[in-house]
């Protein structure tokens, strides 16, 4: 897509926002319909004036608005309070259009407080919303300087972006501490590594992240939690933490293969199914195969996994150990002893197979954070890392608005089974 049409179709939503609240109407305005007029944009730049033009109007008009609301009154009518307009300021504003210069009302007491454009910010919140959606994506301050002043032709100082940043850590915080609902039909888990600086050393720091399906079939992220090497002990941490904030139950859990993780989580959700994930288990297996064995040993191995019923997989388990024991016996040991967890997702129907047996979605999370803030090769604070991981959360997890597939009939088996727990 060239410049000119991503300008114009960012200008294009913003013109549509702005008339939908604030319905801002002038001759140019209505003549929109008009294909004469449109043809009078020859190039971005036309198209830029012109919304930067709105833009700066429609910022005046709900400042008047807001001054109205202050006194109580329309203008040039009589404050009830004594208080009234007292002319305008000029004050220059750094948007999503460029700089512009526009007129603040004012009253006579100087009590009128803007929302829209605070005393002592020159920010507007699009903007605002740019450089917070940047430093989501990875890209450090000094990086957003140089793209705003690329974009819009002014310099917002890393002191200011910084300031805009850091205003996150109160979200972050707050959404930490949310109240959770009190039951999820599967929880995901998992740990993601990030270098971290401490005590002027770089040291491996785990993010654990959990993200649950709820009654209406949605995805939710649970929380993120900061500690040191994944460790089973931590977990209870978190599951602890999930449990004070409202959780009460958990069907099924899926995690990776973590030693005494099982043990954990039903510590604290004594009902809870725990299903290992499978790909961590393949994965675990084929570590030391040799490479002309992969192909043949990764075949067989699939014929546990992929079986019908549970029985058929214990079979295909036994002919496994027979074949390969001698040569990869540490592969059937680590079968053999994660059995119970790793073959759950055979008492359920397909549907749920499908979204139990694996951690996947939990890891293509984990692999979009990692897309985000890969930019980062360490981080200098335990919050730095938090406030990065948690924008990277919010940009990854936008489009998570709708159930999941086929989520009638699944739900329809997770009453079945969970008919006593499950009350929707």
Not at 196 to 220: D, F, H, M, P
């Amino acid at each position: 897509m060239s410049s000119f049409k991503k300008l114009k179709k960012i200008t294009e939503i913003t013109f549509l926002i702005t008339f939908k609240h604030y319905t801002v109407m002038t001759k140019k305005e209505e003549l929109l319909n008009d294909k004469e007029f449109l043809k009078s944009f020859k190039n971005g730049a036309d198209l830029t004036s012109f919304f930067k033009d709105l833009h700066k109007r429609a910022v005046e008009h709900m400042l008047e608005a807001e001054l109205d609301a202050h006194l109580d009154n329309e203008k040039h009518d009589k404050s009830l309070n004594g208080n009234y307009r007292n002319g305008h300021t000029e004050k220059k504003i750094k948007t999503s259009f460029g700089e512009d210069l526009i007129k603040v009302p004012r009253d006579r007491e100087s009590s009128f407080e803007p929302a829209l454009v605070p005393k002592r910010h020159n920010i507007i919140e699009g903007l605002e919303n740019i450089i917070i959606s940047f430093y989501a994506k990875g890209m450090s301050v000094s990086d957003i300087e140089e793209q705003i002043k690329e974009l819009y032709d002014f310099d917002v100082s890393t002191s200011t972006i910084s300031r805009i940043t850091d205003a996150v850590t109160n979200q972050a915080i707050n959404w930490q501490n949310r109240p959770l609902e009190d039951l999820y039909l599967i929880v995901w888990m998992d740990g993601i590594v990030f270098k971290v600086r401490e005590n002027s050393k770089v040291v491996n720091k785990t993010i654990y992240l959990a993200v649950g399906l709820n009654r209406e079939g949605k995805k939710e992220v649970l929380g993120m939690w900061l500690g040191k090497n994944e460790s089973s002990a931590f977990w209870m941490s978190v599951l602890t933490d999930m449990k004070a904030r409202g959780v009460e139950d958990i069907l099924i859990t899926a995690t990776d293969n973590l030693n005494g993780f099982t043990n954990t989580i039903r510590s604290v959700f004594p009902e809870s199914q725990t299903q290992i994930c499978v790909v961590h288990q393949i994965r675990n297996s084929c570590k030391y195969v040799v490479w002309k064995d992969r192909k043949e040993f990764t075949a067989d191995m699939k014929l546990i996994y992929a079986a019908p019923t549970k029985q058929a997989a214990e079979l295909a388990l036994d002919e496994f150990e027979q074949k390969w024991n001698s040569k990869y016996g540490y592969a059937i040991k680590s079968w053999r002893e994660n059995w119970d967890e790793l073959t759950v997702f055979f008492d359920f129907p397909l549907e749920i197979r499908k979204i139990i047996y694996t951690t996947n979605l939990i890891e293509n999370l984990n692999g979009k954070i990692r897309k985000y803030t890969k930019n980062k090769m360490s981080f200098p604070t335990d919050e730095a890392v938090l406030k990065s991981v948690y924008l990277a959360i919010r940009e990854a997890t936008k489009k998570w608005t709708m159930p999941i597939r086929n989520w009638g009939v699944i739900l329809n088996q997770f009453s079945l089974i969970f008919e006593q727990r499950l009350r929707l």
